[in-house]
RNA sequence: GCGGGCGUAGCUCAAUUGGAUAGAGCACCUGACUACGGAUCAGGAGGUUGGGGGUUCGAGUCCUCCCGCCCGUACCA
């Protein structure tokens, strides 16, 4: 309203000068709340007036007058500046929210089914926080693609085959009297995995003979696993198990969920016949021994599907998955939260699927972000720096349960268990997915400073508030003009909520929820700042109505905001 | 070699997609009504946005050439 109030005002002043511009897009926010609560920039109109933009600024803002939403309008340099009436535009994103037309402003024009592919865990591996990223974004995605109204289906693709599992259960076979511990299991199958990633190299160091001997013998066991020989079968099928219940239990605690499962070992027989169906299609073409995607007219090197062997890869799995996507699942959009070193592989994939006749595959998306880094460096497996998840559980949540012991409160598990969550969570999210994120566990629930904490806190003040205004307040009624609201602080906070579903959308743009984190962030910034320079309690009944009713759609904003987020409010902490 | 990503304060990150004096957090220094919750707020100090050139009213952002780090580059996933 406010905004397209400033558009008509402009238009009708500018007259024909404005055909060639976009309004709407030139209008933005200045730098500061003091300047005002929208600004036209005047320099596209220095080459039709033949004037300098402050010129024009002045001139324009002469010629037009505050009325209804605009309660002033000046120039200020090169730029015209917009005032809005505050108690309007509160009254706004009220009744918005009270409606549901704010929270509906965040939907598409154009819903559509769409798949998003993440997670993507390996059984027989550790489970550790790299993962977490990946998991972080693509719940993150999804929440919000479905808050924008399309209709997302949420997959995992388990890899819970091949070689890397034989791998593991080999190593089982040969150390049989191991226990393994009561929790973290998924870690303990990885050290086995990785001892025999080492049995391997230590071979292989030996000699030529000593190597292929060893990967002989995990070939069996892979083998073994192919054609349902007893003892291996139980072996993988328990061991798979206990993973599969360890991912179950991580996501649960997250708060993720899965519309469907994918696993990499039933793809075996669609992959061979996404293979065949290919060659007899000319789609592929034998190369070296092996079969080959030729992706020469996209400018990309060939892709392998079938190995000289006759075995399927990585790229056989993903095109048998991807033709289910489209075919049983009949998405319009696939997404895969997969990262950035797979780039090139997805560039083949999506290449590969329009050459199959796939002209979705043009909509598809490959949202690529960077590694989870540890302040010492990279995280190695090997060396065991990597953190596996139900450790860094244990510790984020001890590290909040101290803060609170310490900040004298009774520790609250629910709350505890939400705080060290959103520490987590907004640690992974408020990085940008083409920057590594650095995980560093004491800054990431430090009480003090950037961290999910910092949010939640924001709306448990926000609770407290409320639970001492009572009852008694009518939130719905309207704030006399003269209540002597719109202080800067007051101003600044409003104008950040009102700008909630171009947010939503931009994430959706980017595929990147980086945006949506820091802008709450920013909106528990301008909170703070209103919550110390704004008494709502103390204030005369005019404002204190004012005040509430803008404490009111802080909390739903931020609320709705960070659900988006995944992350679950607290009343208080 | 080729392709992609990144480079912003001592450290960790932003910057509304080309706009006003490049902003936050941590760490450091100084303040805040006996408090609607101090897990907070205000202020100070800290910058040649890796470097050079270019495009234009205007560049951290776009083009170009260097430098540095990371990833990828058909029989691993």
């Given at each position: 309203m406010f905004k397209t109030?400033c558009?008509?005002?402009?238009?009708?002043?500018?007259?024909?000068?404005?055909?060639?511009?976009?309004?709407g897009a030139?209008l933005s926010p200045p730098p500061?709340v003091?300047?005002g609560d929208l600004a036209?920039?005047?320099?596209?109109?220095?080459?039709?007036?033949?004037?300098?933009?402050?010129?024009?600024?002045?001139?324009?803002?002469?010629?037009?007058?505050?009325?209804?939403?605009?309660?002033?309008?000046?120039?200020?340099?090169?730029?015209?500046?917009?005032?809005a009436?505050?108690?309007?535009m509160l009254?706004g994103l009220?009744?918005g929210l009270?409606?549901?037309?704010f929270v509906?402003a965040c939907?598409?024009?154009?819903?559509?089914?769409?798949?998003?592919?993440?997670?993507?865990?390996?059984?027989?591996?550790?489970?550790?926080?790299?993962?977490?990223?990946?998991?972080?974004?693509?719940?993150?995605?999804?929440?919000v693609?479905?808050a924008?109204?399309?209709?997302?289906?949420?997959?995992?693709?388990?890899?819970?085959?091949?070689?890397?599992?034989?791998?593991?259960?080999?190593?089982?076979?040969?150390?049989?009297?191991?226990?393994?511990?009561?929790?973290?299991?998924?870690?303990?199958?990885?050290?086995?995995?990785?001892?025999?990633?080492?049995?391997?190299?230590?071979?292989?160091?030996?000699?030529?003979?000593?190597?292929?001997?060893?990967?002989?013998?995990?070939?069996?066991?892979?083998?073994?696993?192919?054609?349902?020989?007893?003892?291996?079968?139980?072996?993988?099928?328990?061991?798979?198990?206990?993973?599969?219940?360890?991912?179950?239990?991580?996501?649960?605690?997250?708060?993720?969920?899965?519309?469907?499962?994918?696993?990499?070992?039933?793809?075996?027989?669609?992959?061979?016949?996404?293979?065949?169906?290919?060659?007899?299609?000319?789609?592929?073409?034998?190369?070296?021994?092996?079969?080959?995607?030729?992706?020469?007219?996209?400018?990309?090197?060939?892709?392998?599907?079938?190995?000289?062997?006759?075995?399927?890869?990585?790229?056989?799995?993903?095109?048998?998955?991807?033709?289910?996507?489209?075919?049983?699942?009949?998405?319009?959009?696939?997404?895969?939260?997969?990262?950035?070193?797979?780039?090139?592989?997805?560039?083949?994939?999506?290449?590969?699927?329009?050459?199959?006749?796939?002209?979705?595959?043009?909509?598809?998306?490959?949202?690529?972000?960077?590694?989870?880094?540890?302040?010492?460096?990279?995280?190695?497996?090997?060396?065991?720096?990597?953190?596996?998840?139900?450790?860094?559980?244990?510790?984020?949540?001890?590290?909040?349960?101290?803060?609170?012991?310490?900040?004298?409160?009774?520790?609250?598990?629910?709350?505890?268990?939400?705080?060290?969550?959103?520490?987590?969570?907004?640690?992974?999210?408020?990085?940008?997915?083409?920057?590594?994120?650095?995980?560093?566990?004491?800054?990431?629930?430090?009480?003090?400073?950037?961290?999910?904490?910092?949010?939640?806190?924001?709306?448990?003040?926000?609770?407290?508030?409320?639970?001492?205004?009572?009852?008694?307040?009518?939130?719905?009624?309207?704030?006399?003009?003269?209540?002597?609201?719109?202080?800067?602080?007051?101003r600044g906070l409003l104008n950040h909520l009102t700008a909630f579903p171009q947010i939503v959308k931009r994430v959706e743009d980017t595929?990147?929820?980086?945006v949506l984190a820091n802008y709450v962030y920013e909106g528990a910034k301008r909170f703070?700042?209103?919550?110390?320079?704004?008494?709502?309690?103390?204030?005369?009944?005019?404002?204190?109505?004012?005040?509430?009713?803008l404490?009111?759609c802080t909390?739903r904003v931020f609320?709705e905001a960070?659900?988006l987020?995944?992350?679950?409010?607290?009343?208080?902490?």
């Amino acid at each position: 309203m406010f905004k397209t109030a400033c558009i008509a005002a402009l238009r009708e002043v500018l007259g024909d000068d404005a055909a060639d511009l976009d309004l709407g897009a030139l209008l933005s926010p200045p730098p500061k709340v003091e300047m005002g609560d929208l600004a036209f920039p005047c320099f596209p109109l220095a080459k039709i007036r033949r004037a300098a933009p402050p010129k024009i600024a002045a001139e324009l803002a002469a010629a037009m007058s505050a009325g209804g939403p605009i309660a002033e309008v000046k120039a200020l340099g090169p730029y015209v500046n917009f005032f809005a009436d505050p108690a309007a535009m509160l009254a706004g994103l009220h009744d918005g929210l009270a409606d549901g037309s704010f929270v509906g402003a965040c939907r598409s024009e154009a819903p559509k089914r769409v798949m998003i592919e993440f997670s993507q865990p390996n059984t027989h591996k550790v489970f550790h926080v790299g993962h977490l990223r990946n998991v972080s974004v693509g719940d993150a995605l999804v929440r919000v693609l479905r808050a924008r109204g399309h209709d997302v289906v949420a997959a995992n693709y388990y890899g819970d085959f091949g070689i890397d599992v034989a791998k593991c259960l080999w190593w089982l076979g040969r150390h049989a009297q191991e226990e393994p511990p009561a929790e973290g299991r998924t870690a303990w199958l990885g050290d086995a995995y990785t001892a025999a990633t080492l049995a391997v190299e230590e071979a292989e160091a030996k000699g030529k003979e000593a190597g292929d001997a060893v990967k002989a013998s995990i070939r069996e066991v892979l083998t073994g696993m192919e054609e349902g020989e007893p003892e291996i079968t139980a072996r993988y099928r328990e061991t798979r198990q206990w993973c599969l219940d360890e991912f179950a239990d991580i996501y649960g605690w997250l708060g993720v969920t899965f519309d469907t499962d994918f696993f990499e070992s039933e793809l075996e027989a669609a992959g061979n016949k996404v293979v065949d169906d290919g060659l007899a299609e000319g789609v592929f073409v034998e190369s070296q021994g092996a079969i080959i995607s030729d992706l020469e007219s996209d400018s990309l090197p060939v892709a392998l599907v079938r190995k000289s062997d006759g075995s399927s890869l990585y790229m056989t799995w993903d095109l048998a998955l991807a033709r289910r996507k489209f075919d049983e699942f009949n998405v319009e959009q696939s997404i895969y939260v997969v990262g950035s070193e797979q780039t090139l592989h997805f560039k083949q994939l999506f290449a590969t699927l329009g050459k199959m006749g796939y002209e979705r595959a043009k909509d598809c998306r490959h949202v690529s972000y960077e590694l989870v880094m540890l302040p010492e460096g990279k995280m190695s497996s090997r060396k065991g720096t990597a953190i596996p998840f139900h450790q860094l559980r244990t510790r984020v949540l001890d590290a909040i349960r101290a803060k609170m012991a310490e900040a004298g409160s009774a520790i609250d598990e629910a709350a505890a268990n939400k705080i060290a969550i959103a520490c987590l969570k907004y640690g992974m999210l408020h990085v940008g997915n083409t920057r590594s994120v650095i995980f560093d566990i004491e800054d990431w629930t430090n009480p003090e400073g950037d961290t999910g904490a910092y949010l939640l806190y924001s709306l448990a003040r926000i609770a407290g508030i409320q639970r001492k205004a009572g009852e008694g307040v009518d939130l719905g009624a309207d704030v006399p003009a003269d209540s002597g609201f719109g202080v800067e602080a007051e101003r600044g906070l409003l104008n950040h909520l009102t700008a909630f579903p171009q947010i939503v959308k931009r994430v959706e743009d980017t595929c990147d929820p980086s945006v949506l984190a820091n802008y709450v962030y920013e909106g528990a910034k301008r909170f703070s700042r209103f919550y110390s320079e704004c008494p709502v309690l103390k204030a005369e009944p005019a404002l204190k109505l004012a005040r509430l009713k803008l404490a009111a759609c802080t909390q739903r904003v931020f609320t709705e905001a960070l659900s988006l987020l995944g992350i679950d409010a607290v009343e208080s902490m």
